[in-house]
Structure formats: structure tokens, C-alpha cells
């Protein structure tokens, strides 16, 4: 039972578009997103947050808005860029202040940008 | 500041063994977590550790332990390998304030 979604595997976009990651979650007692940008041979590598008490959290080229009724979030990258390609998790706790330790994953979406 | 690193980066066991790994959070983290990477089920939790103490655990059986040692360092054991325990096994520290940082992992096989 996947509490947290990524519906699309994959997702191709051109140099300097707009690139939009989805995510969805199952679980209303999720208080904390994350997403994560992973290569191939490395660690995930933390991009940005956002709390369910707002409903954006912008960070330069990378903006996550969150719509807690529909238990749905997004990650947009504006302008996209070719060292962008790589998978993309979404990520959630239950609490935010607590434990960070305990994250729960979507099963992650390929982005490729094309020059 | 030095990143989380892991050891050994890469592994190969036959079934049946054991198997510990390594890893040393970033300084001054005391919160380490281990995850499971796999094509089939992505990453998942396998348990986290906070001051030599397990804080959280994810639904792996008792095969996967863990412990933390007071310097924060933290190592993960797998006994009795399967075949389905080969992954990437990725460590993550965090200080309590924004994301985990993940190290590069260790590639596990099991022939």
C-alpha cells in the first residue's frame, strides 16, 4: 500500500521550459514534504521542503506548492536545465520538529531535459 | 564540511550470509537512518537511530538490525542473506533542522 505516489516514471521537457513533478499522498497525518533530486552512483540530495501549514515554498529555480485538500503536490523547475536530468523522489513525514528519520518515499520520476 | 560517507561502497555475499555495513553521518548529526533501494518498492525506511537509540522503525524483519555508536557512527547488519536483500543500501544523517543528507550508498549483491 503506496502512501505516497508518483504517478509518472518518466517526464521529458526542453531546455528552458517549465518541468512539473506530481506527487500524491495517502496519509492526512503527513505534516512535512520533501523532494529529492538523485543521480546514478549517488545519495539522494535534498532540494526543498514545505510544511502543510503553507501552501508554497519557492527556493531560486525550484517551487513546491502543496494542496492539502486534494493531498497533492508539485514541484516546478523554472527554467529547466540539461544538469536538471536525473530522478526525482517526493518524500513525506508525519511529523515536522520530530523525527526526520523516518521518511516515505514515492518510487521516484525520471526527468530528462533536452538541449 | 565533510559529507556522509559509507562503507564498503560495494558488496558481494552469498545467500545464507551476513553482512555489515558502515556509515558516518555528517559532523555534529546524530540522527542516522537507513534505507533500502530497490527498482521494484524505490527507497524504504529500515530504521533510524538517535543518540545510540532506535527512534523509528520500518517494516523489515528482525534479519535487518541496526546500532549507533556514541561517536554517532552507525552500522547495519543483515543475517541469513536472500537473494532479495540485493539493493542500495543508503544511510542519511540529519541534525533535526531541513532534509536528510544521504551518502552514496553501498551496492549490495547476493548470489
Known amino acids: 500500500d503506496q502512501q505516497v505516489k508518483q504517478n509518472s516514471p518518466s517526464l521529458s521537457v526542453q531546455e528552458g521550459r517549465i518541468s512539473i513533478l506530481n506527487c500524491d499522498y495517502t496519509?492526512?497525518?503527513?505534516?512535512?514534504f520533501l523532494w529529492y533530486k538523485k543521480y546514478p552512483a549517488e545519495g539522494p540530495t535534498f532540494l526543498i521542503s514545505?510544511?502543510?501549514?503553507?501552501d508554497k515554498n519557492e527556493d531560486g529555480r525550484f517551487t513546491v506548492f502543496l494542496n492539502k485538500s486534494a493531498k497533492h503536490l508539485s514541484l516546478h523547475i523554472v527554467p529547466s536545465q540539461p544538469g536538471d536530468s536525473a530522478v526525482y523522489f517526493c518524500?513525506?513525514?508525519?511529523?515536522?520538529?520530530?523525527?526526520?528519520?523516518?521518511?516515505?518515499f514515492g518510487k521516484g520520476t525520471k526527468l530528462s531535459v533536452k538541449p | 564540511k565533510a559529507g556522509v560517507t559509507q562503507t564498503p561502497r560495494y558488496l558481494i555475499k552469498t545467500r545464507g550470509q551476513q553482512v555489515t555495513l558502515s556509515c558516518s553521518p555528517i559532523?555534529?548529526?546524530?540522527?542516522v537512518s537507513w534505507y533500502q533501494q530497490t527498482p521494484g518498492q524505490g527507497l524504504q525506511f529500515l530504521f533510524e537511530?538517535?543518540?545510540?537509540?532506535?527512534?523509528n522503525k520500518g517494516n523489515f524483519p528482525g534479519r535487518f538490525s541496526g546500532r549507533q555508536f556514541s561517536n554517532s557512527r552507525s552500522e547495519m547488519n543483515v543475517s541469513t542473506l536472500e537473494l532479495g536483500d540485493s539493493a542500495l543500501y543508503l544511510c542519511?544523517?540529519?541534525?533535526?533542522?531541513?532534509?536528510?543528507?544521504f551518502g552514496p550508498g553501498t551496492r549490495l549483491t547476493v548470489t
Open positions: 542519511a544523517s540529519s541534525s533535526g533542522v531541513g532534509g536528510q543528507y
Open positions: 496519509n492526512s497525518m503527513f505534516d512535512y
Open positions: 514545505i510544511s502543510s501549514i503553507k
Open positions: 518524500a513525506a513525514l508525519p511529523g515536522y520538529g520530530g523525527s526526520q528519520g523516518n521518511l516515505i
Open positions: 559532523s555534529g548529526h546524530r540522527s
Open positions: 537511530y538517535f543518540s545510540e537509540t532506535q527512534r
